[in-house]
């Protein structure tokens, strides 16, 4: 398994690997590139697993 793997954050409708979570309103989270609708919870959890990325030196 590579580091691409671990550190890829799949679409929990689709699996498909997702680039970026937006966030239109306070209830309204997509996946893209996909489109798919996502909870909170992951719209949240997937913000922090992209920063830890982005910490890491």
């Given amino acids: 398994m590579s580091d691409d793997d671990v550190n ?3 679409c929990p409708r689709c699996d ?17 590139p996909c489109g798919h609708l996502v909870s909170v919870a992951f719209a949240r959890w997937a913000s922090s697993k ?8």
């Fill in 50 to 57: 992209s920063d830890d990325e982005t910490d890491t030196p």
């Fill in 8 to 10: 890829r954050i799949d």
């Fill in 16 to 32: 498909r690997p997702i680039r970026a979570v937006s966030s239109t309103g306070p209830g309204t989270h997509r996946a893209h």
